[in-house]
Structure formats: structure tokens, C-alpha cells
């Protein structure tokens, strides 16, 4: 939990005030959130809470428990959806599996 353990990242400006979900889009990168999306995360993640959150990781291998833990951890006050593992093998399957997520978690616009 201190800042100098994350990669720099350019800034991103983002009101979060504006929104009630927000959806994570990350990679696993050996059994974890890819660095650069914790480095957003530990700079915004108290700004999500109480925002439903929706978490969609891609991964060639292992699972993504590790994933979800960073999530969790960096944004702790997050209300979690089920989240969406994307296989590399399900590549092509990739936009019917994220519409149905959507919707399966109440995630899609009305």
C-alpha cells in the first residue's frame, strides 16, 4: 500500500461521482492484475466506493483469483459482480460471452 510500489502511469482525470457501475477491463499478468491497472486502482479505488463493480480479465493460463484479490484489495469498499474470465482459446467468443455477462449481472443499459 505505498505508491512507490506501483509502476507511474500517466495521469487519468475521472469523476467517478458520475458514475454508479464501473467496469474493469485487465489482463493477468503472472497470477495478478497487471501493474499498471493496480497503479490506477491504489490512486482511484476510493473514489469506487460503493460502486457496483464489474471485473472482466483476460488470461492465456492460469486462473484469476489473484486478480479478484487485487480488486478487492484496491478498491475495498467495491460492490462485486461476478466476474468475467476470458480465456485466450475463447477469444472469438469474447463479445456474445461480455453481452452475456452484462446481462447476467445486471450490468447492461437499459
Do not use: C
Request: no cysteine; hydrophobic share 40%; glycine share 8%.
Amino acid at each position: 500500500n505505498d505508491a512507490s510500489s506501483y509502476p507511474a502511469i500517466d495521469p487519468v482525470d475521472v469523476d467517478f461521482s458520475k458514475y454508479d457501475t464501473v467496469i474493469i477491463g485487465t489482463p493477468l499478468w503472472w497470477s495478478n492484475m497487471a501493474a499498471p491497472m493496480q497503479t490506477f486502482l491504489f490512486h482511484n479505488g476510493k473514489a469506487m466506493a460503493g460502486k457496483k463493480i464489474g471485473l472482466i480479465v483476460s488470461s492465456a493460463s492460469s486462473g484469476i483469483s489473484g486478480v479478484e484479490r487485487d480488486a478487492k484489495r484496491l478498491i475495498p469498499e467495491g460492490n462485486f459482480t461476478k466476474s468475467l474470465w476470458i480465456r485466450s482459446s475463447q477469444f472469438s467468443s469474447a463479445p456474445k460471452m461480455v453481452a452475456e455477462w452484462l446481462k447476467a449481472n445486471g450490468l447492461a443499459s437499459k
